[in-house]
DNA sequence: ACTATTAGATAGCAGTACTCTCTAATGGAT
DNA sequence: ATCCATTAGAGAGTACTGCTATCTAATAGT
Protein backbone atom coordinates (compact mmCIF):
# COMPACT_ATOMS: atom_id res chain seq x y z
CA UNK A 1 0.00 0.00 0.00
CA UNK A 2 1.51 3.32 -0.93
CA UNK A 3 1.14 6.64 1.30
CA UNK A 4 -1.84 8.01 -0.67
CA UNK A 5 -4.06 4.37 -0.45
CA UNK A 6 -2.98 4.43 3.46
CA UNK A 7 -4.04 8.23 4.16
CA UNK A 8 -7.25 7.56 1.50
CA UNK A 9 -8.40 4.03 3.79
CA UNK A 10 -7.82 6.16 7.08
CA UNK A 11 -8.88 9.52 6.42
CA UNK A 12 -5.83 10.82 8.22
CA UNK A 13 -4.19 13.39 5.73
CA UNK A 14 -1.03 12.68 3.61
CA UNK A 15 0.78 15.51 6.06
CA UNK A 16 -0.08 14.13 8.96
CA UNK A 17 0.72 10.66 8.33
CA UNK A 18 3.98 11.79 7.31
CA UNK A 19 4.41 13.86 10.81
CA UNK A 20 3.34 10.73 12.83
CA UNK A 21 6.11 8.80 11.09
CA UNK A 22 8.39 12.04 12.06
CA UNK A 23 7.48 11.65 15.48
CA UNK A 24 8.04 7.90 15.26
CA UNK A 25 4.29 7.37 16.19
CA UNK A 26 4.19 4.88 13.42
CA UNK A 27 6.74 2.91 12.23
CA UNK A 28 8.21 3.53 8.41
CA UNK A 29 7.15 1.51 5.54
CA UNK A 30 9.35 -0.83 3.58
CA UNK A 31 11.06 0.90 1.07
CA UNK A 32 10.73 -0.23 -1.99
CA UNK A 33 12.65 3.13 -3.94
CA UNK A 34 14.21 5.94 -3.36
CA UNK A 35 11.40 7.90 -3.16
CA UNK A 36 8.66 4.93 -2.53
CA UNK A 37 8.02 2.87 0.85
CA UNK A 38 4.90 0.36 1.22
CA UNK A 39 2.57 0.17 3.45
CA UNK A 40 0.86 -2.18 5.35
CA UNK A 41 -2.24 -3.06 7.27
CA UNK A 42 -0.75 -3.19 10.49
CA UNK A 43 0.42 0.43 9.72
CA UNK A 44 -3.97 1.02 9.01
CA UNK A 45 -4.36 -0.65 12.05
CA UNK A 46 -1.53 1.41 14.06
CA UNK A 47 -3.23 4.66 12.74
CA UNK A 48 -6.84 3.78 13.66
CA UNK A 49 -5.15 3.30 16.96
CA UNK A 50 -3.41 6.66 17.03
CA UNK A 51 -6.19 8.51 15.71
CA UNK A 52 -8.57 6.82 18.30
CA UNK A 53 -6.28 7.57 21.02
CA UNK A 54 -6.22 11.69 20.05
CA UNK A 55 -9.18 12.41 19.09
CA UNK A 56 -11.31 10.69 21.38
CA UNK A 57 -9.02 9.54 24.03
CA UNK A 58 -7.45 13.39 24.18
CA UNK A 59 -4.23 11.37 24.74
CA UNK A 60 -1.56 13.55 23.62
CA UNK A 61 1.14 12.94 20.90
CA UNK A 62 3.75 12.55 23.57
CA UNK A 63 2.06 9.77 25.56
CA UNK A 64 1.01 8.59 22.70
CA UNK A 65 4.55 7.83 21.20
CA UNK A 66 5.23 6.56 25.19
CA UNK A 67 2.64 4.21 25.64
CA UNK A 68 3.74 2.30 21.66
CA UNK A 69 6.74 2.20 22.61
CA UNK A 70 5.73 -0.32 25.49
CA UNK A 71 3.03 -1.68 22.91
CA UNK A 72 5.73 -2.70 20.55
CA UNK A 73 7.99 -3.88 23.34
CA UNK A 74 7.66 -7.88 23.17
CA UNK A 75 9.14 -8.71 26.42
CA UNK A 76 6.45 -6.48 29.11
CA UNK A 77 3.79 -8.78 30.35
CA UNK A 78 0.25 -7.55 30.62
CA UNK A 79 0.36 -6.64 33.69
CA UNK A 80 3.52 -4.32 33.01
CA UNK A 81 2.37 -3.04 30.07
CA UNK A 82 -1.05 -1.73 32.07
CA UNK A 83 1.03 -0.14 34.24
CA UNK A 84 3.41 1.66 31.99
CA UNK A 85 0.06 2.74 30.16
CA UNK A 86 -1.07 3.86 33.47
CA UNK A 87 2.38 5.73 34.11
CA UNK A 88 2.40 7.19 30.43
CA UNK A 89 -1.65 8.52 31.29
CA UNK A 90 -1.24 9.54 34.60
CA UNK A 91 -1.47 12.87 35.72
CA UNK A 92 1.81 15.12 35.69
CA UNK A 93 -0.02 17.10 38.66
CA UNK A 94 3.22 18.03 40.95
CA UNK A 95 2.13 17.90 44.54
CA UNK A 96 2.58 21.06 46.44
CA UNK A 97 5.97 20.94 48.34
CA UNK A 98 5.28 22.58 51.25
CA UNK A 99 2.52 20.76 53.66
CA UNK A 100 -0.45 21.93 52.18
CA UNK A 101 -3.11 20.51 54.68
CA UNK A 102 -5.71 19.91 52.44
CA UNK A 103 -3.36 17.73 50.21
CA UNK A 104 -2.62 15.68 53.31
CA UNK A 105 -5.71 14.75 54.70
CA UNK A 106 -6.70 13.82 50.89
CA UNK A 107 -3.67 11.71 50.71
CA UNK A 108 -4.97 10.34 53.88
CA UNK A 109 -8.50 9.77 52.64
CA UNK A 110 -6.79 8.19 49.29
CA UNK A 111 -4.65 5.58 51.48
CA UNK A 112 -7.17 4.80 54.03
CA UNK A 113 -9.99 4.02 50.93
CA UNK A 114 -7.46 1.58 48.82
CA UNK A 115 -6.61 -0.35 52.15
CA UNK A 116 -10.15 -0.39 53.19
CA UNK A 117 -10.65 -2.14 49.63
CA UNK A 118 -8.16 -4.62 49.94
CA UNK A 119 -6.60 -2.75 46.85
CA UNK A 120 -2.77 -3.70 46.25
CA UNK A 121 -1.42 -0.96 44.30
CA UNK A 122 2.17 0.54 43.87
CA UNK A 123 2.76 3.50 46.23
CA UNK A 124 3.69 5.53 43.27
CA UNK A 125 0.52 4.48 40.91
CA UNK A 126 0.00 7.87 38.67
CA UNK A 127 -3.83 6.75 39.56
CA UNK A 128 -2.90 7.24 43.18
CA UNK A 129 -1.90 10.94 42.85
CA UNK A 130 -4.53 11.68 40.75
CA UNK A 131 -6.80 10.69 43.35
CA UNK A 132 -4.95 12.59 46.00
CA UNK A 133 -5.28 16.04 44.09
CA UNK A 134 -8.82 15.80 42.73
CA UNK A 135 -10.06 14.75 46.68
CA UNK A 136 -7.62 17.57 47.52
CA UNK A 137 -9.41 20.10 45.10
CA UNK A 138 -12.60 19.24 46.02
CA UNK A 139 -11.77 19.89 49.80
CA UNK A 140 -10.03 22.87 48.75
CA UNK A 141 -13.54 23.91 46.72
CA UNK A 142 -15.55 22.84 50.10
CA UNK A 143 -16.91 19.95 48.11
CA UNK A 144 -15.31 17.03 49.69
CA UNK A 145 -17.81 13.92 48.81
CA UNK A 146 -18.93 11.55 51.75
CA UNK A 147 -16.95 8.41 52.48
CA UNK A 148 -19.34 6.55 51.88
CA UNK A 149 -19.66 8.00 48.34
CA UNK A 150 -16.70 7.22 47.70
CA UNK A 151 -17.10 3.58 48.61
CA UNK A 152 -20.21 3.14 46.81
CA UNK A 153 -17.53 4.25 43.62
CA UNK A 154 -14.95 2.45 44.41
CA UNK A 155 -17.32 -0.92 45.14
CA UNK A 156 -18.78 -0.24 41.98
CA UNK A 157 -15.66 0.71 39.51
CA UNK A 158 -13.89 -2.83 41.31
CA UNK A 159 -16.50 -5.11 39.83
CA UNK A 160 -16.18 -3.84 36.80
CA UNK A 161 -12.52 -3.55 36.39
CA UNK A 162 -12.41 -7.06 37.58
CA UNK A 163 -14.48 -8.08 34.74
CA UNK A 164 -12.25 -5.90 32.33
CA UNK A 165 -8.86 -7.27 33.03
CA UNK A 166 -10.34 -11.05 33.11
CA UNK A 167 -11.44 -10.37 29.25
CA UNK A 168 -8.07 -9.01 28.44
CA UNK A 169 -6.40 -11.94 27.78
CA UNK A 170 -9.05 -14.14 25.98
CA UNK A 171 -7.84 -17.10 24.89
CA UNK A 172 -4.41 -17.91 25.98
CA UNK A 173 -1.00 -16.49 25.64
CA UNK A 174 -0.81 -14.79 21.98
CA UNK A 175 0.17 -16.97 19.13
CA UNK A 176 2.65 -14.61 16.98
CA UNK A 177 4.06 -11.65 17.47
CA UNK A 178 2.07 -10.05 15.16
CA UNK A 179 -1.10 -11.52 17.00
CA UNK A 180 0.57 -10.04 20.50
CA UNK A 181 0.83 -6.76 19.21
CA UNK A 182 -2.44 -6.48 17.71
CA UNK A 183 -3.96 -8.25 21.30
CA UNK A 184 -1.78 -5.12 22.86
CA UNK A 185 -3.37 -2.61 21.11
CA UNK A 186 -6.92 -3.70 21.40
CA UNK A 187 -6.19 -3.72 25.54
CA UNK A 188 -4.77 -0.19 25.28
CA UNK A 189 -7.45 1.26 22.84
CA UNK A 190 -9.89 -0.42 25.50
CA UNK A 191 -8.16 1.07 28.44
CA UNK A 192 -8.19 4.61 26.98
CA UNK A 193 -11.71 4.74 25.29
CA UNK A 194 -13.82 2.51 28.29
CA UNK A 195 -12.70 5.43 30.61
CA UNK A 196 -14.77 7.95 28.21
CA UNK A 197 -18.01 5.62 27.90
CA UNK A 198 -18.13 5.51 31.59
CA UNK A 199 -17.95 9.05 31.66
CA UNK A 200 -20.30 9.47 28.82
CA UNK A 201 -22.65 6.78 30.37
CA UNK A 202 -22.24 8.95 33.46
CA UNK A 203 -23.47 12.13 32.29
CA UNK A 204 -26.29 9.96 30.13
CA UNK A 205 -27.53 8.98 34.05
CA UNK A 206 -26.98 12.00 35.38
CA UNK A 207 -29.03 14.27 32.62
CA UNK A 208 -31.89 11.21 33.05
CA UNK A 209 -31.59 11.35 37.17
CA UNK A 210 -31.71 15.34 36.66
CA UNK A 211 -34.72 15.48 34.46
CA UNK A 212 -36.69 12.79 37.06
CA UNK A 213 -35.93 15.08 39.74
CA UNK A 214 -36.25 18.98 38.48
CA UNK A 215 -36.99 18.11 34.57
CA UNK B 1 -8.62 42.24 49.93
CA UNK B 2 -5.80 43.68 47.81
CA UNK B 3 -4.40 41.67 44.72
CA UNK B 4 -1.32 40.59 46.36
CA UNK B 5 -3.12 38.93 49.35
CA UNK B 6 -5.71 37.28 46.84
CA UNK B 7 -2.69 36.10 44.98
CA UNK B 8 -0.80 34.83 47.99
CA UNK B 9 -4.00 33.14 49.03
CA UNK B 10 -5.17 31.31 46.32
CA UNK B 11 -1.55 30.55 45.36
CA UNK B 12 -1.86 31.84 42.20
CA UNK B 13 0.57 34.56 40.26
CA UNK B 14 -0.67 38.39 40.34
CA UNK B 15 -0.15 38.20 36.51
CA UNK B 16 -2.36 34.95 35.92
CA UNK B 17 -5.08 36.50 37.80
CA UNK B 18 -4.84 39.56 35.60
CA UNK B 19 -4.83 37.12 32.77
CA UNK B 20 -8.48 35.72 34.48
CA UNK B 21 -10.04 39.48 34.81
CA UNK B 22 -9.16 39.95 31.16
CA UNK B 23 -10.79 36.60 30.09
CA UNK B 24 -13.85 37.17 31.94
CA UNK B 25 -13.17 34.31 34.42
CA UNK B 26 -13.17 36.44 37.28
CA UNK B 27 -15.59 39.44 37.99
CA UNK B 28 -13.13 42.55 38.42
CA UNK B 29 -12.89 44.14 42.18
CA UNK B 30 -15.32 46.83 43.30
CA UNK B 31 -12.68 49.93 42.36
CA UNK B 32 -11.56 51.81 45.30
CA UNK B 33 -9.21 54.07 43.70
CA UNK B 34 -7.65 54.41 39.69
CA UNK B 35 -5.25 52.16 40.43
CA UNK B 36 -6.80 50.12 43.68
CA UNK B 37 -9.76 47.64 42.93
CA UNK B 38 -10.79 45.53 46.57
CA UNK B 39 -11.34 41.91 46.28
CA UNK B 40 -13.51 39.76 48.82
CA UNK B 41 -14.02 35.80 49.40
CA UNK B 42 -15.96 35.23 46.66
CA UNK B 43 -12.95 36.02 44.44
CA UNK B 44 -11.05 34.12 46.29
CA UNK B 45 -13.54 31.20 46.15
CA UNK B 46 -14.11 31.81 42.62
CA UNK B 47 -10.54 31.16 41.89
CA UNK B 48 -9.90 28.11 43.64
CA UNK B 49 -12.83 26.39 41.51
CA UNK B 50 -10.79 27.92 38.41
CA UNK B 51 -7.96 26.28 39.10
CA UNK B 52 -9.71 23.37 40.38
CA UNK B 53 -11.27 23.07 36.74
CA UNK B 54 -7.91 23.91 35.24
CA UNK B 55 -5.40 21.42 36.61
CA UNK B 56 -7.93 18.83 37.60
CA UNK B 57 -10.93 19.10 36.06
CA UNK B 58 -8.64 19.71 32.92
CA UNK B 59 -10.97 21.87 31.31
CA UNK B 60 -10.00 24.64 28.73
CA UNK B 61 -10.35 28.36 30.17
CA UNK B 62 -13.04 29.31 27.08
CA UNK B 63 -15.43 26.40 28.63
CA UNK B 64 -14.98 27.69 31.76
CA UNK B 65 -15.84 30.95 30.92
CA UNK B 66 -19.37 29.55 28.99
CA UNK B 67 -19.65 26.98 32.42
CA UNK B 68 -19.37 30.06 34.89
CA UNK B 69 -21.65 32.29 32.68
CA UNK B 70 -24.23 29.59 33.38
CA UNK B 71 -23.63 29.81 36.96
CA UNK B 72 -23.80 33.44 37.67
CA UNK B 73 -27.15 33.11 35.56
CA UNK B 74 -29.68 33.08 38.63
CA UNK B 75 -32.59 32.58 36.19
CA UNK B 76 -31.37 29.27 35.45
CA UNK B 77 -32.73 25.99 37.96
CA UNK B 78 -30.51 23.04 38.61
CA UNK B 79 -31.54 21.14 36.02
CA UNK B 80 -30.50 23.44 33.31
CA UNK B 81 -27.29 24.04 34.78
CA UNK B 82 -26.52 20.35 34.79
CA UNK B 83 -27.34 20.65 31.01
CA UNK B 84 -25.56 23.41 30.12
CA UNK B 85 -22.65 22.91 31.60
CA UNK B 86 -22.86 19.23 29.91
CA UNK B 87 -23.34 20.96 26.63
CA UNK B 88 -20.25 23.31 27.35
CA UNK B 89 -17.87 20.01 28.90
CA UNK B 90 -19.63 17.98 25.62
CA UNK B 91 -17.07 16.82 22.92
CA UNK B 92 -16.25 19.31 20.34
CA UNK B 93 -16.14 16.09 17.89
CA UNK B 94 -17.68 16.45 14.63
CA UNK B 95 -19.58 13.43 13.36
CA UNK B 96 -18.73 12.20 9.80
CA UNK B 97 -21.05 14.09 7.34
CA UNK B 98 -21.06 10.57 5.24
CA UNK B 99 -22.68 7.75 6.25
CA UNK B 100 -19.96 6.10 8.46
CA UNK B 101 -21.16 2.29 8.92
CA UNK B 102 -19.36 2.57 12.56
CA UNK B 103 -20.29 5.57 13.52
CA UNK B 104 -23.89 4.69 12.57
CA UNK B 105 -23.80 1.12 13.92
CA UNK B 106 -22.52 2.77 16.87
CA UNK B 107 -25.30 5.41 16.99
CA UNK B 108 -27.82 2.80 16.76
CA UNK B 109 -26.03 0.78 19.95
CA UNK B 110 -26.10 4.08 21.38
CA UNK B 111 -29.63 4.41 21.10
CA UNK B 112 -30.76 1.01 21.82
CA UNK B 113 -28.78 1.03 25.49
CA UNK B 114 -29.80 4.37 26.18
CA UNK B 115 -33.60 3.25 25.30
CA UNK B 116 -32.83 -0.24 27.10
CA UNK B 117 -31.94 1.53 30.25
CA UNK B 118 -35.17 4.07 30.20
CA UNK B 119 -33.33 6.95 30.61
CA UNK B 120 -34.63 10.59 29.41
CA UNK B 121 -31.92 12.07 27.65
CA UNK B 122 -31.95 14.98 24.99
CA UNK B 123 -31.78 14.18 21.69
CA UNK B 124 -29.02 16.30 20.86
CA UNK B 125 -27.12 15.72 24.34
CA UNK B 126 -23.19 15.99 24.19
CA UNK B 127 -22.71 12.89 26.00
CA UNK B 128 -25.22 10.68 23.53
CA UNK B 129 -22.58 12.37 20.69
CA UNK B 130 -19.41 10.82 22.96
CA UNK B 131 -20.72 7.96 23.76
CA UNK B 132 -21.55 6.96 19.72
CA UNK B 133 -17.65 8.36 18.55
CA UNK B 134 -16.17 6.42 21.34
CA UNK B 135 -18.16 3.17 20.62
CA UNK B 136 -17.57 4.11 16.79
CA UNK B 137 -13.59 4.14 17.29
CA UNK B 138 -13.91 1.22 19.66
CA UNK B 139 -15.66 -0.22 16.45
CA UNK B 140 -12.80 1.21 14.26
CA UNK B 141 -9.94 -0.40 15.91
CA UNK B 142 -11.88 -3.88 16.51
CA UNK B 143 -12.38 -3.40 19.96
CA UNK B 144 -16.04 -3.37 20.49
CA UNK B 145 -17.27 -3.94 23.85
CA UNK B 146 -20.05 -6.40 24.91
CA UNK B 147 -23.23 -4.83 24.85
CA UNK B 148 -23.71 -6.98 28.69
CA UNK B 149 -20.30 -4.90 29.63
CA UNK B 150 -22.12 -2.02 28.78
CA UNK B 151 -25.17 -2.65 30.41
CA UNK B 152 -23.59 -3.55 33.63
CA UNK B 153 -21.46 -0.11 33.11
CA UNK B 154 -24.77 1.39 32.35
CA UNK B 155 -26.15 -0.26 35.67
CA UNK B 156 -23.80 0.67 38.09
CA UNK B 157 -23.38 4.55 37.18
CA UNK B 158 -26.91 4.87 36.93
CA UNK B 159 -27.08 4.26 40.78
CA UNK B 160 -24.09 6.75 41.18
CA UNK B 161 -25.93 9.22 39.74
CA UNK B 162 -28.86 8.90 40.97
CA UNK B 163 -27.24 9.43 44.42
CA UNK B 164 -25.25 12.53 43.47
CA UNK B 165 -28.02 14.27 41.82
CA UNK B 166 -30.03 13.62 44.90
CA UNK B 167 -27.35 15.38 47.11
CA UNK B 168 -27.37 18.40 45.08
CA UNK B 169 -30.19 20.33 46.51
CA UNK B 170 -29.52 19.58 50.38
CA UNK B 171 -31.56 21.80 52.17
CA UNK B 172 -34.35 22.98 50.31
CA UNK B 173 -33.94 26.03 47.91
CA UNK B 174 -30.98 28.19 48.19
CA UNK B 175 -31.57 31.28 50.64
CA UNK B 176 -29.60 34.08 49.35
CA UNK B 177 -28.33 34.68 45.65
CA UNK B 178 -24.65 34.73 46.95
CA UNK B 179 -25.59 31.24 48.65
CA UNK B 180 -27.29 30.12 45.50
CA UNK B 181 -24.09 30.62 43.52
CA UNK B 182 -21.54 29.20 46.33
CA UNK B 183 -24.51 25.93 45.91
CA UNK B 184 -24.27 25.99 42.24
CA UNK B 185 -20.29 25.94 42.09
CA UNK B 186 -20.21 23.34 44.43
CA UNK B 187 -22.38 21.46 41.86
CA UNK B 188 -19.94 22.01 39.05
CA UNK B 189 -17.35 21.33 40.80
CA UNK B 190 -18.86 18.27 41.53
CA UNK B 191 -19.47 17.59 38.16
CA UNK B 192 -15.97 17.56 37.02
CA UNK B 193 -14.40 16.16 40.00
CA UNK B 194 -15.97 13.22 40.34
CA UNK B 195 -15.57 12.13 36.93
CA UNK B 196 -11.77 12.13 38.01
CA UNK B 197 -12.26 10.76 41.12
CA UNK B 198 -14.24 7.66 39.26
CA UNK B 199 -11.63 7.38 36.34
CA UNK B 200 -8.60 7.70 39.10
CA UNK B 201 -10.32 5.01 41.30
CA UNK B 202 -10.55 2.40 37.71
CA UNK B 203 -7.42 2.59 37.36
CA UNK B 204 -6.84 1.59 41.07
CA UNK B 205 -9.22 -1.23 40.78
CA UNK B 206 -7.93 -2.40 37.53
CA UNK B 207 -3.71 -2.15 38.77
CA UNK B 208 -5.27 -4.31 41.63
CA UNK B 209 -7.33 -6.82 39.40
CA UNK B 210 -4.15 -7.05 37.13
CA UNK B 211 -2.02 -7.38 40.01
CA UNK B 212 -3.86 -10.34 41.18
CA UNK B 213 -4.54 -12.19 37.79
CA UNK B 214 -0.82 -11.69 37.08
CA UNK B 215 1.24 -10.05 38.96
C1' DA C 1 9.81 62.47 49.08
C1' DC C 2 10.34 57.82 48.17
C1' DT C 3 9.40 53.07 47.45
C1' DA C 4 6.21 49.42 46.58
C1' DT C 5 2.03 48.19 44.62
C1' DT C 6 -1.68 48.41 41.48
C1' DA C 7 -4.86 48.86 37.07
C1' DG C 8 -4.94 48.36 32.50
C1' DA C 9 -2.97 47.53 28.15
C1' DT C 10 0.19 45.31 24.90
C1' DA C 11 3.45 42.12 23.58
C1' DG C 12 5.98 37.94 23.99
C1' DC C 13 6.66 32.92 24.96
C1' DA C 14 6.50 27.84 25.21
C1' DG C 15 4.03 23.85 23.92
C1' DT C 16 0.91 21.21 20.77
C1' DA C 17 -0.78 19.34 16.59
C1' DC C 18 -0.57 19.93 12.62
C1' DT C 19 0.15 22.05 7.56
C1' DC C 20 2.87 23.85 3.82
C1' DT C 21 6.69 24.15 0.81
C1' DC C 22 10.56 22.53 -1.44
C1' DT C 23 13.83 19.18 -3.76
C1' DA C 24 14.96 15.17 -5.97
C1' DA C 25 13.49 10.79 -7.40
C1' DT C 26 10.37 7.69 -9.40
C1' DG C 27 6.08 5.29 -11.60
C1' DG C 28 2.61 4.89 -14.85
C1' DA C 29 0.24 6.79 -18.93
C1' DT C 30 0.55 8.31 -23.54
C1' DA D 1 10.57 8.68 -24.64
C1' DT D 2 8.34 12.02 -22.22
C1' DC D 3 5.30 13.97 -19.41
C1' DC D 4 2.60 14.46 -15.05
C1' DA D 5 1.36 12.89 -10.60
C1' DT D 6 3.16 10.99 -6.53
C1' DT D 7 6.47 10.18 -3.11
C1' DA D 8 10.40 10.56 0.68
C1' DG D 9 12.50 13.47 3.52
C1' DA D 10 13.51 17.75 5.55
C1' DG D 11 12.42 22.38 7.21
C1' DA D 12 9.67 26.18 8.12
C1' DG D 13 5.30 28.13 9.14
C1' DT D 14 0.57 28.29 11.47
C1' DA D 15 -3.25 28.58 14.79
C1' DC D 16 -4.43 28.01 19.29
C1' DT D 17 -3.76 27.78 24.39
C1' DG D 18 -2.38 29.32 28.86
C1' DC D 19 0.18 31.98 30.64
C1' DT D 20 4.20 35.67 31.60
C1' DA D 21 6.63 39.99 31.04
C1' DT D 22 6.87 44.84 30.27
C1' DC D 23 5.25 49.33 30.31
C1' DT D 24 2.69 53.67 32.04
C1' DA D 25 0.33 56.33 35.19
C1' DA D 26 -1.64 56.54 39.60
C1' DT D 27 -1.78 55.90 44.36
C1' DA D 28 -0.77 54.02 49.45
C1' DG D 29 1.97 53.72 53.10
C1' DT D 30 6.50 55.14 55.48
Given at each position: M??????R????????????????????????A????S??E?????????????????????????????????????????????Y??????????????????????????????G????????????????????????????????????????????S????L?????????????????S??????????????????A??????????
Open positions: LMGELSRSGVPVATIKFYLREGLLPPGTPTATRAYGDHLRRLRLIRALLEVGEVSVATIRTILAVVDDRSVGVHQMLGAVQALGPRLTPPTDGDPHWEAAGREADDLISDMWIVAPEAPARTLLTATLAALRRTGSAPSGAGLHAYAEALSRLAAEVASEPAGSPESPAARIALTEAVVGMVLHERVIIALRRLQEDASARRYG
